[in-house]
Structures are given as structure tokens and as C-alpha cells.
């Protein structure tokens, strides 16, 4: 990572090198913004870059959008992406799919190329394989002026994720969620102390996969969020508590087989950059939960 | 089905034919209760059988014990059991387990005649399969005497079953269980009409079946019990709500995905004879469950 | 009280005899139903008073509307109002006002007969004190017109609970409410048992008073319901459970003193013929409570 | 204020000088903390001046306890308290009791002072009038010794306050609790904004008095705690939100009046020390509380 300091201060060639990738073989947006050094923090420099791509006539826009992979092409992955490509990809699991779910992103991508002409273009970071598909779904009927803006809008997306992860600055570009959990024991009006947790991301085409484990600390959080210092994936989710051997530890008499023992919350993100709060009131024989803040 | 009071009237012999296989194979239990008729009730009858069999030798008990097949075993489903036993076993789906299941009732079989020289014995129609195995394992410890108090225990369990389908009469043995659910539109202040709820018994060793589909009236409750006019299988559950459609029709401005779509919820039935009652109290963003009555 | 099938029978004289006072004061509308003998049930009986209103001419409904005597009149409390008015008001506690009630009742009557030249009317058994002053208010800016037509639709409905407590029948006028409760305790996921709870209009202007005292049974409902039979008052109410005692006795460990002890939940009513329900479910430490049904 | 760095490098008059009364009438204590100085902070300097109490010889500790005032004694509030008992015995309206309020202290004060021979001493800033009264109650069966230690400890407790009052330091006594809340509008899946706020501490024996009012902020809770920089008073409490007008604001649906409208939460406070944490989820027709952490 970078300090903003040295980029304000370092030549133009060697900004340009480090910021060449936040737009995808796009060189010339960090050239645009160097000219325009220096920087008072993050958020102008990343409002410089979007404004070079805002000023760009239509063909350099187009080439722009051109220069992006295709979503989980394996012929791409062989002959070589970014590696930021690469990274974003991999993150959300476009490496390592089902048979079925490769079936439905090869079918996806055609569609959207034989219609467009370009390629279908998101901020995988922000989206799990189920919102991503879900997403070609809903772009495909839209014209291409629609979709153009919509790549662009994508693209803008995933340059802040990769400047963030670029550049230290003391402020930071808006672009990190929060997933956090509490568990609150109502049969004893205290915080439920080591309660095994589970976060797994749901999928009705491929896999299900347990993306967090974590223990009950003792105010009943958790020490880091459930997710936390990126986007928090749209998608559904899982969350498990088990809370069988929680009230068993503690000796509350209970029914055999207990009433409740593994809990789980099924729920939906669908602002990744927002805090989503979810948690669990219970005794051994209730429970409840809600959309916290 | 028979009238009590036709049996309280007809001949012994035709008393003995109908009750023979309340207890398996063992009219002696029915003879020595046609002596006492008429019968106030079917509980008087019951408890006049249950009589019989306290007092009888333990030779005799062991005998009854005997009389009993293995669970699950398919040689003796080939040559033939009682058509009772048949239908009971199949009840619980002991006709069609998966291979890991038909082994682990094979070892636990094997292991109980093994220790105890006869068979275990449990009343089934109370149990699933995963339930069965816990109890294997539970009862296995226990000594020769203490098993053949509780296989005498089970056989009479199975025989007020037996003797509730038989017989029909004013009062009634106190076999049935019930469980129910009840949706609540918190959002709204009503019941929540319209809701899918489908209930799943939940197995670890091999498939979590679906037992009861329904949907929720205008009172927000189901027009029959989820399961009702028998025992509740002891096990653990899974309750499944359909409330992202319901309030979707309902024009509940909510997330994209919504937050809340299809709430599960798990829970163990232990009481096969109660009224367990799970109800929901929903909004689209919150929700509560707990062991009602 | 009469049978239906008594009224179907007697004489003429008699029908009317008995029924005069439905209609304050107007034996026409018994004796207009009186020739369309017999009826069915106390729904067609109803029906044709009613339709005989329906088709009374302007100026008899006046004299109707004019038969009626102001609300909380102290001047036509001691020259005599029909037993009827006086128990109906009685009912509400228009008999033992307040003075600052007393007075707001006087400027009211006052105004609404200054403005419209005849009584305000009200059936005083669907509302508390404080809800036949907003009534009042209401209703003040109408004109005449929609003032008269409402005076109608409250003296039919005054009627309806006259007949519903003078003929037997088989059928039902709707016209009687509920308002009940239920007590879950969610720590031992029981029914609460013997939680005495208290019932108690709340007035703004005037007093407070206790209107239903009751305990918990075995069930964690009351043997009756806290009203019934009758309608349930629009207004203001305060249900009072009193768990601290419940817990000590069941030796649950708290705090000194206890976090919870008497609960109160303050909720209003709006509906007198409909049955609104409203549990509590409780540990020592948390409570929630949802409009039922 | 001072700070602890000017009292640890005054002269040993001036320290004594500015803490003469952190045990009433006593300025030994601080000389005897004087000669140990300088201390690393709030919290060995107030250990320095329990040692001194603890080593001090009986005689030397009667007169420590005798030097207290009675409380709400109106000859010695006339003939003068220092101004620490006086601030102190006003902090819980012990300056304003009712008639009933004023014997009942009378009352047990002498009765406390004819059995023991010493004021009855309690650190007031703790402390509601009625948990006061219930404190007499309670330690008036004790025998001279046990109430000899309880009036030290409570003297231990007045110093700690007093001394966290008067002098400034990088660390903290353990003396401060907090009374916060939080309004969940699980309507909407939003903290509740804008929602008026009362807390009242409830007495039986005198008058209830308005503690604290707030508005819910844009995360839904208070601004600053209900109850903050101070022990949380030991008693019972309502918390009071009104609700009604919140929903009608945002154009919910509701009845007529509306179901909820003002929500009382009543609930005790047993720990001054710790953090009670009353939110409320919220919806028209619904609602929940917990203590919470």
C-alpha cells in the first residue's frame, strides 16, 4: 500500500504505475488525475479519476468497459486477467463453481455479449454468485445506453474498492460494510457468553459456505464483525447459535431433547456498504430477533 | 373400529379375536380382561389390560418381550411381522432408511440382544429415527431389570396406541399430541393470512423429511393441527415460513432482496402426548417465536 | 327477559308492550314490526325496527332524535329518564362525574344543542367518558344533515343492545366484544400461572378506575374474559400484571430489587365488537406484547 | 476541581485543606494520605484513605460515624450540614419530602439512632427516598456491629464520590453508572427518530418527580445517557414514549384511537454502579423491552 503523501510527491510516471490498474488497463485515468496533485485525501483523488472517466468521449468509454474479462470465463482465466481481476473473482468464489452454477454464467455471459456487444460488467466484491445472477437477470432487458451507464456506474465501484485497498489516507472512501451480531440471554437479563456462532452464505444454485465462525465474547458480541472492512456481499445468509450447550453449561432446566438448540436466522443483504445489526434475544424457549443499527 | 359397547357385549371368544394383538402376540392379556367386562370406558379397559400384564410371571413377561420383532430388521420384515408392527415401524419411515441408518439400527440391534438376550423394545409411533438411535444408546447401559421394566413400559405405550384405533368409545386414552402454529402480522396488527408453513423432521444420520404442509387461515392459524390425532414424534423440527411473498402482496415497502424471506424455525419436540404450539409474531424486519401453549 | 317464540305469539299489544322503549320513547317502531310477525331469529327482528326507521318520515325521526335525553343532565336525572337511559349512562359513570367532567359534559350538550337544536346522542355503552368527549368534538363541526343521519345510526345501534338484552334467541345480534389476555412465562416456557392482573380505563379528565380484577389459571388465561358479553368501551386502558410476586415464588434468581415487577401495558381500544387480545410473554428481565387476535 | 498532579505537589496544608472533607469532619484521613504522596492517580490515593479508615482505632471511627448528620433532619438542616451533606441529602430531594415522607424518616431515624446510638449513615447519591426508607427497614434488625461496618462502607462510598468530585485524573473511580435506552421501529426496520422521551422515578410514599427527558436521535437513541457521570439511583422507574404521535408522523396505518400510543416501561434499578441498557422495539401494534448491556 501506498501512503498519499508519497503520491502527491512521488513523479508523475510512478503514480501513474501505481494507480495504472484501478481502472482496468486504463492507464489514462490515473494520468488525467495526476496533472491534478496534490491530493487532500482519498475521497478527491477518487473524485478526480471518476471525473476523468465522466469527461471521456464515448469511444474511450466503450474501450474502458471492452478492457474487463468476462465473469468466470475459463478460457480468460487460463490466458491471464489482472490480478486484481483475479483477486475480485476469486473473492466471491467465480473460481471454484458448481457445474451448474458454470452453466448458468457461461449462458448469462453470452446472452449479455450477443446482446450488448460488451462484456457484463459488476463489482463481484459487493455481490455473492446468487446476486450476481440474480443481477444479469435483471440487466438483461435493458437497452444499451441503459447498460452503458450501468458498466460505468460498476466500474467506478470497483475502482473505490481497489483504491481503498491502493492508498493509506486518513480518510477513508465509503465503501466498507458491517455484519456484526449480540446475543443477549433473556432467561438470566445478561449478555450469553460463548455462544458458538456460524455465518454461512446461502445458494440455491451451487454450495452454501460457512463464511465466519466466531464465539460470543463477554458482552455477548463478537471481537470482530461477522463481516467487516469491505462490502458486506448482497446475497442471503445464514446465521447458526448454538445455544443448546450455552443453557445446558448454566445448568437451566430445559426439556429433553431441548426446545431449541441450533438457531438459525435466515436473512438478506442488500446494502453492502451499510451496517446490518443482527441479533438474538433467547431463552430456552423463545427467541427473537430483528434488523438492528 | 369397534363400538366399546359391542365389545362389552359380544362373546368372549369374538372379545379375545378383536384384542388379540394388542399386546403382540399375546391374547392371554386380552382373556384375562373379558372376564372383568363391561368396561366404563376405554381407560377401565386399558387399565384392566395393563392389570393383566402386571400381574402375570415373569416368565410370561418375557415371553410378551419376545414376542416382539427386532426394529428395522429385514430379514423379519421378509418372513413377516404382525400387521401392527408392520405399519408402525413403517410409520416412522423404518421401511426405507437410508444405508447409514440401516446399520446403525443393525449395530444398535445387535449390541442390545447381545447384552439382554431379547429385543429392544420401544413404542415407535412417539419416536423418528433419530430418536430411536439416542434412545439405544441411552438404554444400553442400563441393567437387565431396568430393560425389562421399560420394554414392558413400551409394550403397554404400544398397546393403548393399538387399543385407541381399535376401539371406540366416549372417553378417550390420552395418546394424542398436537402441535400447532399461529402467524401474527406485527407489522399490520393481524393475523397473518396466507402464509405457506411447511414442517420438516430433521434427521442427522440420514434425510430430513417433510411431515406436514399448510396454509395459514384468516386467523392466521392452519385449519388442522400440524400434526394432530396421534403423538408427536419426539425430535427436532424445522418450521418453515413463507412471509417475503406474503408481504410482498401486501405492498410492505421492504429491502431488495428483502430481509426476511423464508424464516425457519427449529425447534425438539420431547412431550409426543402435549400440545406444543409455535407460534410467529413477524415483520418484515423483526421476528419472535416461542413454546406457547 | 322474553323468548323470540313468545313474541312470535303474543298478542299485538303485548309485542309492542315489551318492546316500546327499544326506540326511546317510540312505540311506532315496535308496532310497525309487529305486523311482520314471525321472525326468524333477533337478526330479522332487529332488521325490520331498523327498516322501519329507514322509512319513517323527516319529521318523526326528529321527534325520535328529540325524545332522547342530553348525557349527564343533572336537571333530567331527577325529573326521570326511561330506565334504560339511566342504566346506560349509569354504565359509563356519567352518574358520578367529576366536577371538571361535569362541566366539560354541560359545554358540550350546551354547544351541540345550540348549534343543531336537538340532543346529542350517543350509544354511551360503546365508549368510555373521555371517548364520548372527543366523539363530541368530532362530530361539533358536522352539519345537520350528517349530525341527524349520525343521531339515527347511534340511536339504531343503542337499540340493537336494548333488544340484545331483552329477547332470547337463538341467533345473536353482533354486538357483544372481548378483550382478553394470556400470560406466557418465557423462562420456564410455561404458562404463567396466578399472575394477578388488573384492568383499568384511564381517563384524562377524570378518574381512573379499576374495571376488571383477575388471576391467571392453569392455562395462563383468565377463567372469563376481562370484558365480554357486552361491548368493549373505545377508550384508554391500563392492564397491570403484577410478575415480581410470580417469580419470588418460584424462587427465579434476580436482582434486589427485582429489575420487573408490576408490568404495566397501556393500549386503547377502538373497536367494542371486536375481540382484541393482548398477551404479555415475560421473563424476570424482558416482556413483549402484540395486539392478538 | 483539582488535579491530582497540583494535590500531589502542594503543601501538605493545602492537601489537607482541599480534602478536609471528603470524610465528613475528618480532615485526618486526608493527613494521613498526605504523607504517602505523590499518588499515580484517583484510585491509589482513595485506597491511601480507606487504609487510614481501616487502621483506625474504634474510638477514632465512632466519632468518624457520629460526625454524620440525620437525614433529612430540618433542626440540623437549619443549623447547618457541610456543604458536601447538604448537596448530597438535596441530590435526592430529601430538602422537599412530603408530610408522609418527612415522619417516615423521622420515624426511622429515631427509632435507628435509640437502638444503635449513631446516625444511621447511607450515601444518599445511590439512592431514591423510598430505597432509602427500605434500606432502614433493613438493617434495622442488625446488631451494633454489623451496622458499624455497613456505616463505614457507606462512608467509603460518600468519600469516593465526594473525592471523584474534587479532583481531576487520568483514571476514574468505579463510581458512575448509566441509565440508556435505544427505540427500534421494527415497523420499518429503522431506528425510531424523533421519539419524546420522560423518565420518572416512582415513588409510593411521596411524589413521583420527572427525572430526565429526551428525543430519540437519528440512530435512535438519546444523546447523551438518561443517566449518566453519576451512581444510578437505586429504585423504581418509568420510562414513558410516546409512540402514537411517532407512527402518525411517518403516516402508518393505525386504528382510531391508535392502539399504542404512550408506552410506559416500569423497571428497577439495583446496581447505581453498572450500565442498564431499557431499548424498546417498536411497532403500531406491538412492542418489546429487555434489559440489555
Known sequence: MKELSDLNHCSQDEFVAALANVFEHSPWVAEAAAVLRPFAGIGPLFAAMTAAVDRAPH???MTLIRAHPDLAN??????????????EQDSVGLDRLSDAEY???ERANSAYRAKFGFPYIVCVRRHTRDSILRDFERRLPNDAKAEMRTAIAEICRIAALRLDQLVVSDDRLPVHGRLSTHVLDTHSGRPAVGISIELTE???????RVVA??????????????????????????LMFRVGG?????????????????????????????HLHVPLLVTPWSYATYRGS
Request: glycine share 10%.
Open 213 to 238: 465462525r466466531a464465539l460470543t465474547n463477554s458482552d455477548g458480541r463478537t471481537d470482530q464483525p461477522l463481516i467487516g472492512g469491505r462490502p458486506v456481499p448482497i446475497g442471503r445468509y445464514e
Open 202 to 208: 446461502l445458494s440455491e444454485l451451487g454450495t452454501s
Open 103 to 105: 452453466e448458468a454464467f
Open 59 to 61: 469511444e474511450a468509454l
Open 246 to 274: 450455552y443453557f445446558a453449561g448454566r445448568n437451566v432446566p430445559t426439556s429433553d431433547p431441548p426446545f431449541l438448540d441450533r438457531i438459525p436466522l435466515h436473512f438478506s443483504v442488500s446494502d453492502p456498504e451499510g
Open 74 to 87: 475459463k478460457t480468460q482465466r487460463a490466458t491471464g486477467l489482472t490480478a486484481e481481476s483475479s483477486a
